[in-house]
C-alpha cells in the first residue's frame, strides 16, 4: 500500500467522525437555539400581559380623575389606552397561538375585560351629564370592583401560566448546554486518538525514506554519480527513489556526453589555475597548438600566448560575462596566427580557476580584409555617383550621407550625421515627416517607400529645390533602416519651364494666325462674302480642312504636354450621358460624311449619369467616332451603343472596317503609334489621340479597351461609375438662355412657318390666335418682343397695338408686324406707324425678319456693347462679324487702350491674355473692382487657370472653339445678363 492510500485511509476514518460529532453538534445546537426562542417567547407574552394590564389601569386612572375633578384632560389618557387595549389584545393572542390553555382563558378575559371597560364609559357619561354626585353613587356600587377583580384574576392565572412555562424551558435549555459540552469533549479527545495514528504512520512511512534520500543526494553531490537508492514498497517513496536513480543515471550520462563534447569541440578549451599554469586541455587545443595534453600540463599560458596582457586577472573581473580580445598566437613549431581568446573565471571546490576557450580567427580575418576591399570600392562607387544616397534609423536619425548628398544640400558630413532628416526639408515636410515615419513603422502603412516622387528639398542656405527621392527599407542586425535616393532635378525643371515657355510661345504664334484662317475661311465658306464659284469653294474647303488638321495636330501635341506637366483640369459633375453621346454624334457627322459613314445609336441608357468632365469626355468619344468613321468602308455603318453593368456604365463605339491586329494591342495607347505607316499617309492623324483619351478617361476614374475581329469589326469601349444615389444631374436647359418672342397670328400655318425661321436664328418662340390670348400670354410671361398680325379674330391688331401701349409694362416692347396688309396700314397711320419697329408684308423676307429681330433687340437695350481686347487684326475682324447682329463691338489691341476704354461701361469683355505690352490678367482686378463688375469671356491662345476670378464666365482656345461656338456663348451670358438685369 502506498503513502498516499494510507493517508486516505486514515482520512476515510476521520472523516465519518468528523460528519457524526460535526452533525451532533448541529442538532444540539439547534435544539439549544429552539429552547432560547422559547425562553424568549415566554418573556414575551409575560410582557404582553403586563403591558394590556398597565393600559387597562390607564383608563381606570383617567376615568377615576375625571369623575373626581371633571377635568376633560383626564379623558385623554382614557381614550389613548381604549385604543391601545385592542390592539394589545390582539398582539398577545398572536404570542400564546401555540398555548391552547392561554388561548381559553383569553376567550375568557375578553367579554370580562369589556365589562368593566363599558362601566367606566358609563360612568364618564353619568359624571359629564349628571354631575359628581351621580357618578359617586354609582361608583359606591362596587360593579366596577368586582369585575376588575375578575379581570386581575384570569390575567395573574395567564402570567402564572407563563411562568411556569418559563421554568421548564429554562430548565431543558441548561440540559442541552451541558449534552453539548460532552460531545465536544468526545470529539477533542477523538481527533487527538486519531492525529497520534497519523503522526506514528508519517514516521514510519516518510522520514526513514527521507534519511535514505538525503544519504544518496550527498553521494552524488560528491561525484559518486553511481549511488543508487534501494527500495522495496510500492508507495510515493519508491517512485521518489527511482526518479533519483533515474536523475543520477542521467547526471552520469550528461557527464560522460560533457566529456564528449569537450573532447570533439572545434575551438580549444584550456583550464588554468588562479597562477595561469595549465591544468587541462581538450584534443582540439591540443591540434590548434601542436602540443600534445602531456607536453602542456603545468606549463604557463604564456607558452602559448607570449602576447596576454600582465592583468588578465583584472580584465577578467572587470568583465561579469568573460574577458574577450584577439591575440596573436605561436605553435610548437614558431608559426603565428591570430586567435580570439574568451577568459571567464569558475570556482571548483572553492578554488578559483579560469576557462580559456580559443578559436584560430585566420579565415575570418581573411575574410574581412576581403569584406573591408569590397566596402572600399562600394564606399568609392557611392562617393562617385550624382545621387546624394542617406540612410536614416527608424526614428528619423541620418546615419549616413554620400558626398553628392553633402554637395546638394550644402552640409558637410559631420553636419548632419546623428541629426533629424527633416532638417533636408523645407515646411510642410519637415512638421509631417516624424509622424508619417512613426505610423509607417507602427502600421506599415507606406506612401512613399518603393515609389519615386517628386519633392522639394530644403538646403543649408535655406533655398529649396526640386528634387526626386526614392526611398528603400531594409534590416541590418534587427534594424529597421531606410535609404534614401536623392536626385537634384533642378536643371531639369529649368528645362522643362523652357520647353513650357516654347510650346507656349509656339502654340500662340501658331494657334493665333490659323484661328485667323479657319474663322476666315470658316467666314468665306458661309457666305458672308456672297456666292462662290464651285472651284473656289473646293480650294477652300481643302484649305479649311487642312487648317483644321493642324489645328487638331497643336491641340493634341499641348493636351499631351499638359497630362506629363500635370496642369491638365478637370471640371467634374453629374453628366446624362445620351445627350452628350448625340451631341457628339451631331458634331462628327459631316466628318463621317466625308468618308460616307453614317453613325447610328444601337442602344440606349435613357435617363444614365456619370461624373466626368464635359468637354473631356466628348474629346474621347470625337476621337473614337472620328477613328471609327475614318477606318470604316465607305457606305458603312458605326454603331453605338451604351449598357451598365455592375454600377458602370459601357459606352461602346463599333466599326465594321479592317479591324486591328493582334501584335499591335499593347502599343495601341502609346504615344505617336499607328497601326500600319501607310494608315498615316491615307487616313492622317497623329497617334495621340488614343494616347490623350486613355489619359483623360483614366483621370476620369475609368478604363477604356477595345475588342476586335481582323477583317470584321473593331469595338472600342470607355467605362465609367454611374452617379451614386443622391447624386444630381445638374444642368441648365439652353432654353434658359434664347431670347422669347411671342407670335400673334390666326393662321396655324403662318405661325408655324415664323416659329420655324426664329427657331434658326436660335430664337424660342410661343404662339397666340387671338388677342385675348395673347393678352393673357404677354401677362404670365416675359417677352423679349413680339411679330402682330392685323387681321385678328375678335379685336384689330391695330386696336390690340394701341391697347398694348396704354399699359406701362408695355410700353418699350418691340413689335414687328407681319401682316399681308402691312403697307396699306402702315400709311393709314402716319406717324403712330414709328412705334413700330418694321412692317413686313407676307410672304415673309427671311432676310428683312432677320433685320428687324437684330433692331428689335437693340431698340430696346439690347444690342450690348462688348470690348474685344485682341491684338491680332484677323481675329477682331472674324469676332465682330459673328457678332455684328448681335453686340456693338470696341476694340483695344494693347493693355494700355483696354485700360483707357474701361473707364466706360460694357456689357461684356473679350480677352486676349497674351498682349504685346502685358499679361490680359492684369485686367482682370480693374473688372471686378467697380460698382457693377464687368464679366469676362476669355478667348487665347493657350488655357488659362480662372480659379480666382469669379467674373470669368468662359474660357476659350482659339485653335478649339469654332465660329458657333464662340457666338452661341456669348449670345447666352449676354442673355442671361438680361435676364438678371429685369431687361428681358
Known amino acids: 500500500m502506498n503513502i498516499r492510500l494510507k493517508v486516505i485511509c486514515t482520512l476515510a476514518l476521520i472523516i465519518p467522525v468528523t460528519v457524526v460529532f460535526f452533525t451532533l453538534f448541529h442538532l444540539a445546537q439547534n435544539k439549544n437555539e429552539e429552547q432560547r426562542n ?30 373626581i375633578t371633571g377635568d376633560k384632560s383626564f379623558l385623554e389618557p382614557f381614550s389613548r389606552s381604549l385604543k391601545k387595549i385592542d390592539a394589545d389584545l390582539l398582539q398577545l393572542r398572536t404570542l400564546t397561538q401555540d398555548n391552547v390553555n392561554q388561548q381559553q382563558r383569553l376567550n375568557e378575559f375578553e367579554p370580562v375585560m369589556r365589562n368593566p371597560l363599558s362601566y367606566l364609559s358609563q360612568t364618564i357619561a353619568l359624571r359629564d351629564e349628571q354631575g359628581l354626585q351621580a ?24 402570567s402564572s401560566e407563563e411562568r411556569r412555562l418559563l421554568n421548564e424551558r429554562t430548565k431543558t435549555h441548561n440540559q442541552d448546554i451541558a449534552t453539548f459540552y460532552k460531545i465536544e469533549v468526545v470529539f477533542v479527545v477523538a481527533m487527538g486518538f486519531m492525529l497520534l495514528i497519523i503522526g506514528l504512520l508519517l514516521i514510519r512511512n516518510i522520514m526513514r525514506p527521507l534519511r535514505a534520500l538525503s ?42 556526453e560533457l566529456n564528449s563534447i569537450v573532447s570533439t569541440m572545434v575551438d580549444g578549451l584550456i583550464i588554468l589555475d588562479s597562477h595561469g599554469g595549465i591544468r587541462s586541455l581538450n584534443p582540439a587545443a591540443e591540434r590548434l597548438f601542436g602540443y600534445t595534453a602531456e607536453e602542456l600540463v603545468s606549463k604557463h599560458i604564456r607558452q602559448l600566448l607570449p602576447q596576454l596582457p600582465d592583468d588578465i586577472e583584472r580584465h577578467v573581473l572587470a568583465a561579469n560575462t568573460g574577458y574577450r580580445c584577439e591575440i596573436n598566437a605561436e605553435r610548437k613549431d614558431g608559426f603565428s596566427f591570430p586567435l580570439e581568446l574568451t577568459v571567464s573565471e569558475m570556482a571548483v571546490e572553492g578554488i578559483r580557476m579560469f576557462t580559456c576557450l580559443l578559436r584560430d580567427i585566420s579565415a575570418q580575418k581573411n575574410a574581412q580584409m576581403a569584406l573591408s576591399n569590397n566596402e572600399a ?87 529649396v529645390f526640386p528634387m526626386e527621392l526614392a526611398v528603400s527599407e531594409m534590416l541590418i542586425d534587427g534594424r529597421r533602416m531606410f535609404t534614401g535616393l536623392a536626385r537634384d532635378i533642378s536643371e531639369r525643371k529649368a528645362m522643362e519651364q523652357l520647353k513650357n515657355e516654347f510650346i507656349s510661345t509656339v502654340s500662340h504664334e501658331l494657334r493665333t494666325p490659323l484661328t485667323s484662317i479657319q474663322g476666315a475661311l470658316g467666314l468665306i465658306l458661309g457666305g458672308a462674302t456672297g456666292d462662290l464659284p464651285e472651284k473656289s469653294i473646293k480650294l477652300l474647303s481643302i484649305a479649311n480642312n487642312n487648317c483644321k488638321r493642324l489645328v487638331r495636330l497643336i491641340n493634341d501635341i499641348l493636351d499631351l504636354e499638359k497630362f506629363e506637366s500635370g496642369k491638365m483640369t478637370f471640371d467634374i459633375k453629374p453628366i446624362e450621358i445620351m445627350p452628350l453621346v448625340e451631341h457628339c454624334i451631331e458634331i462628327n457627322q459631316a466628318y463621317a460624311d466625308e468618308f460616307g459613314v453614317t453613325f447610328a445609336v444601337t442602344h440606349e441608357q435613357a435617363g444614365a449619369v456619370v461624373l ?57 495607347f502609346k504615344q505617336f503609334t499607328q497601326e500600319d505607316s501607310t494608315n498615316t499617309r491615307q487616313k492622317g492623324g497623329t497617334g495621340l489621340g488614343l494616347s490623350i483619351s486613355k489619359a483623360i478617361i483614366e483621370r476620369l476614374g475609368g478604363i477604356i479597351d477595345y ?42 400655318d403662318v405661325a408655324a412657318l415664323l416659329r420655324m425661321m426664329l427657331a434658326k436664328r436660335c430664337y424660342a418662340a410661343d404662339i397666340a390666335c387671338t388677342a385675348e390670348q395673347a393678352k393673357q400670354m404677354l401677362n404670365s410671361k416675359s417677352y423679349d418682343a413680339m411679330t402682330l398680325d392685323l387681321i385678328l379674330p375678335g379685336q384689330s391688331g391695330i386696336d390690340f397695338f394701341r391697347e398694348l401701349r396704354e399699359q406701362e409694362l408695355f410700353k418699350q416692347l418691340p413689335v414687328i408686324v407681319v401682316s399681308a396688309f402691312a403697307d396699306q396700314v402702315k400709311q393709314e397711320l402716319k406717324g403712330e406707324a414709328l412705334a413700330i419697329v418694321d412692317w413686313l408684308s407676307k410672304p415673309i423676307d427671311e432676310g428683312r425678319l432677320d433685320q428687324a429681330l437684330t433692331h428689335a433687340l437693340r431698340s430696346n437695350g439690347f444690342m450690348t456693347r462688348i470690348l474685344h481686347v485682341e491684338d491680332d487684326p484677323d481675329i477682331v475682324h472674324i469676332v465682330a462679324t459673328l457678332l455684328q447682329n448681335t453686340a456693338e463691338i470696341d476694340v483695344a489691341m494693347d493693355m494700355a487702350t483696354a485700360r483707357r476704354k474701361l473707364e466706360q461701361d460694357y456689357d461684356l469683355v473679350i480677352l486676349d491674355m497674351e498682349l504685346p505690352d502685358g499679361s490680359g490678367e492684369t485686367l482682370l482686378p480693374l473688372l471686378s473692382n467697380r460698382d457693377k463688375p464687368i464679366p469676362v469671356v476669355i478667348f487665347s491662345a493657350s488655357e488659362v487657370e480662372t480659379a480666382d476670378s469669379q467674373q470669368i464666365l468662359a474660357n476659350f482656345i482659339k485653335s478649339k472653339t469654332s465660329n458657333e461656338e464662340l457666338m452661341n456663348k456669348i449670345e447666352s451670358i449676354l442673355k442671361s445678363r438680361r435676364k438678371l438685369s429685369g431687361r428681358a
Request: a negative charge; glycine letters at 8%.
Open 612 to 668: 466626368a468632365d464635359s468637354d473631356r469626355l466628348t474629346q474621347v468619344l470625337t476621337n473614337l467616332l472620328s477613328n471609327a468613321a475614318k477606318f470604316s468602308h465607305r457606305g458603312g455603318r458605326v454603331d453605338v451603343a451604351t449598357s451598365i453593368t455592375n454600377q458602370r456604365l459601357r459606352l461602346s463605339v463599333t466599326d465594321y472596317g479592317t479591324g486591328i491586329k493582334e501584335e499591335f494591342r499593347d502599343r495601341i
Open 38 to 67: 422559547w425562553i424568549d417567547h415566554s418573556y414575551q407574552v409575560m410582557e404582553q400581559i403586563n403591558i394590556l394590564f398597565f393600559d387597562i389601569q390607564d383608563a381606570k386612572l383617567g376615568e377615576r380623575g375625571f369623575v
Open 377 to 463: 570600392r562600394l564606399r568609392a562607387v557611392i562617393e562617385a555617383v550624382v545621387e546624394g544616397i542617406i540612410t536614416i534609423d527608424g526614428n528619423g536619425i541620418i546615419e549616413t550621407i554620400n558626398s553628392a548628398g553633402e554637395k546638394i544640400f550644402g552640409y558637410q558630413h559631420s553636419e548632419v550625421v546623428g541629426q533629424n532628416v527633416s532638417m533636408l526639408m523645407p515646411e510642410p515636410y519637415h512638421s509631417e515627416h516624424d509622424d508619417y515615419l512613426r505610423h509607417y513603422m507602427a502600421t506599415g502603412e507606406s506612401k512613399i517607400i518603393g515609389i519615386v516622387r517628386e519633392i522639394v528639398g530644403k538646403r543649408k542656405d535655406g533655398s
Open 135 to 158: 357618578a359617586v353613587n354609582r361608583v359606591s356600587t362596587k360593579t366596577g370592583k368586582n369585575l376588575m377583580d375578575r379581570m386581575r384574576v384570569i390575567m395573574g392565572d395567564m
Open 707 to 748: 475588342e476586335s475581329e481582323p477583317n470584321k469589326k473593331t469595338t472600342f469601349f470607355i467605362e465609367l461609375p454611374l452617379c451614386c444615389a443622391g447624386e444630381t444631374l445638374s444642368t441648365t436647359s439652353s432654353e434658359h438662355n434664347k431670347q422669347y418672342l411671342l407670335i400673334l397670328e390666326d393662321d396655324p
Open 215 to 256: 544519504l544518496s543526494t550527498e553521494q552524488l553531490a560528491a561525484g559518486n554519480y553511481a549511488t543508487r537508492i534501494n527500495f522495496s514498497s510500492q508507495d510515493e517513496f519508491s517512485q521518489l527513489a527511482k526518479a533519483f536513480n533515474l536523475m543520477a543515471e542521467a547526471i552520469q550520462s550528461r557527464t560522460q
